[in-house]
């Protein structure tokens, strides 16, 4: 039979193990994703004809001319800026965005995360209505901080029509 000294020196030694147990964890989670507090974000939409003669790259859009000269968007060889749409966006609250070619883009910043040693990523859900207001896109996208994303909207034989985006939070 066990003492009452053997006891209480047993039951110290399980919570030195529980305690240290929980450091490890809470230590090897900082190395992981974190969900932000951010609660906002500042987007830059960016709207882009494309096409098929030569023209080259608009210099408002410089900062995109390498994602532009890689397949898919490298088959067009003329990229023009068409509207540029400078938004703030509240986390969880839809904002919807009127096209220059009509229609609307409804954008939602869902998170914000970080991870040590990496870019802030945002994480956003995206829906485009064509101008009838039928549902072309609904998808949800995540993006490093600063970096452009960019997507084809709309296409014809010899033109696109191309979305880009670059956010950070706020």
């Known amino acids: ?17 529980m305690g240290a147990a ?10 992981t994703a974190q969900a932000q507090d951010a609660s ?15 023209g080259g790259i608009d210099p408002a859009l410089a900062p995109l ?4 000269g890689k397949p898919p968007f490298s088959a067009w060889k003329s990229f023009k ?3 540029r749409h400078d938004q703030t966006l509240t986390r969880m ?29 945002l994480s956003l859900s995206l829906t485009l209505d ?11 996208v995540h993006v490093d901080a600063g ?7 709309g296409q014809s034989a010899d033109k696109g029509h191309l979305l880009a985006f670059t956010c950070t939070a706020k």
């Open 130 to 140: 064509d101008k009838g207001g039928k549902r072309a896109l609904d998808t949800k």
């Open 65 to 68: 001319a390498t994602k532009l």
């Open 93 to 121: 609250k839809v904002q919807d965005i009127k096209l220059s070619a009509g229609g609307k883009l409804g954008v939602l910043f869902r998170q914000h995360t970080r991870a040590q040693g990496k870019k802030d990523r």
């Open 1 to 17: 039979m066990k003492t009452r000294s053997q006891i209480v020196s047993a039951a110290g030694l399980v919570s030195l193990v």
């Open 40 to 54: 906002q974000a500042s987007c830059s939409f960016l709207e882009i004809t494309a096409t098929s003669g030569e």
């Open 81 to 83: 800026l068409v509207a």
């Open 147 to 153: 970096d452009y994303f960019v997507i084809v909207i």
């Open 22 to 31: 929980a450091l490890i964890v809470l230590v090897a989670g900082m190395g």
